[in-house]
């Protein structure tokens, strides 16, 4: 079995990052998006209330579980299941709120990453090095004509939904919007200081732990760790950034089977949002549900359009 010293091993002696990446200056909207929400998120602790606090934990869950790690990953990246069309907007709407970016740029970096997970053209590998595949990957100036590259070679699916193009062209007028909703709540229903700490706490601070958990993922679950299959890539379990990421941090069992919905394989590695499918599927709401249980060998085709090549694996532990 691979252990955590051999994966720091491993990063301690990979390159960093190319210089030429920054050629061409900084993402400022990224940059002044990113920067603004943790320096927001500083003044949490002055308006602590525990409404707040249920709100910031609920709020996390809706936005991360059901939002990320379901809709933007699970179901629109690797179609591991199949919803209503309007669960399947208000999943990806949850995902937007998360603050990683709208769902088709979310989903065009996430499958460009299975293509060359901790290969050269991988967006975030920690072999560039760890603040590398943890943020600053977002940072470098891309321009519009990248995304759009991006856009049409891993998402031309996404890109024929109306719903979801309307998300990426207002990513931020949500945020915008759940902020002045949230305030107004809290102000009008007990206090000042009430509706300051509900925008605080579930909006800003909320945001934070979600881009840092879900982060790890990248950054974290490719650098220790357990590999229990032997994939041609980094990819790790680790059991902090399970519990934290909602059952993400399984990621070397994600890497090894990209459409299977179930992310955790042994009994001991938590799946809430696995947890959350198999729920919808006994109600009616999911369906051709992609299980563990189906896979009968061990091979795995990274999931994009346009990919087809499988790759072979071996159980490691």
């Known amino acids: ?115 060359f997970s901790d290969q050269e053209h991988d967006p975030h590998s920690p072999r560039d090095g760890a603040w590398w595949s943890h943020i600053l990957w977002m940072l470098p100036k891309g321009g519009s004509q990248h995304w759009a590259q991006l856009y049409r070679t891993y998402a031309p699916d996404l890109m024929r939904d109306r719903s979801l193009r309307l998300l990426d062209r207002t990513f931020l007028w949500w945020h915008m919007g759940l902020g002045v909703v949230l305030f107004t709540v809290g102000w009008a229903n007990w206090d000042l200081n009430t509706g300051i700490s509900f925008a605080l706490w579930g909006l800003f601070l909320r945001l934070v732990y979600m881009l840092h958990v879900t982060w790890a993922v990248n950054s974290a679950s490719h650098m220790w760790g357990y590999k229990t299959y032997a994939t041609r890539d980094n990819s790790r379990n680790l059991w902090w950034v399970g519990v934290l990421a909602f059952g993400e941090g399984w990621h070397n069992n994600h890497h090894a089977f990209p459409r299977v919905a179930q992310h955790g394989h042994k009994w001991w590695e938590v799946d809430m949002t696995y947890w959350v499918i198999l729920l919808m599927e006994k109600t009616g709401l999911a369906w051709n549900v992609v299980h563990k249980t189906a896979v009968t060998t061990v091979v795995s085709a990274i999931e994009f359009p346009g990919e087809d090549e499988p790759t072979s694996l071996q159980k490691v532990a």
Do not use: N
Request: with cysteine.
């Open 1 to 115: 079995m691979a252990t955590a010293s051999d994966s720091l091993q491993q990063s301690a002696t990979t390159p960093v990052v190319k210089k030429s990446r920054w050629k061409d200056g900084l993402e400022w909207p990224a940059v002044i998006w990113l920067g603004s929400v943790h320096i927001i998120a500083l003044a949490a602790p002055f308006y602590f209330t525990w409404y707040g606090l249920w709100l910031f934990m609920a709020l996390s869950w809706v936005t991360g579980s059901l939002g990320v790690c379901l809709g933007f990953h699970r179901l629109l990246t690797h179609s591991g299941f199949e919803t209503f069309r309007p669960i399947r907007w208000f999943l990806a709407l949850c995902g937007t709120l998360a603050g990683e970016g709208p769902p088709i740029m979310w989903v065009s970096a996430h499958r460009k990453h299975h293509r």
